[in-house]
């Protein structure tokens, strides 16, 4: 199996940190989504990583399918848990902490256009969606060790994923005066192997 990746997406990063928990071997080929002949959107219409190749050269995406099939995968560490009502509230977290992701990200790219381009009223519609988002996050994660139940999660994964993104485009959001529950999840998120070997370039 092979993933496409870069190493500053924090959609990948999930996906590599499930393969990390679980011990699964996967071929890395790093991509360079602006280069013409970027090989993604073969295999992605939608032209976006993380995509994972199969061995029968059928190919998954997204992130959230991905780590789905990798947890089915081997018994290892179960990351997305069997019982339904565990299971529903797993991708829920999952579902918020990647929206909040996805409006960083749309913020990011229309930062990168010209300045009289820009539009100040969709940045501040997204921004909405993020703050709003930690907000509910922090509250239901209030003083819990881990986010659903008493283990560490999809949940988890996804949502440290989500704070390195913004910790590293959007210092300004702090999580430490903003929302504290999150900080403290995240610095213990930090400590994990699979969290430190992926931990992105700081560019
Ligand atoms: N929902 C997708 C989001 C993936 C995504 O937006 N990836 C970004 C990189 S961080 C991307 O490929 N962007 C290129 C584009 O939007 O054209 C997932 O969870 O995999």
Redesign the pocket.
Known sequence: MKLLY?L?????R?VRIVAAEKGIPLEMQLVV?ADPDCP?SLYNP?????VLILDDKESL??????VDYLDQLSSGSVLIPQDTKSQYQVKRWEALA?GV??AG?AVL?ESRRAENLQDPSFIAKQMGKVERGLKVLNNDLGDHLFCVGQTFSMADIALGCTLE?LQRRFPEVSLEMNYPNLARLYASLMLRDSFIETTPPQS
């Open positions: 870069s500053t997406s924090p959609y990948a999930k989504l993604v939608l032209g976006k990583i993380p995406y997204d992130s959230s399918v991905i990647d992701c996805d990200v790219y993104f």
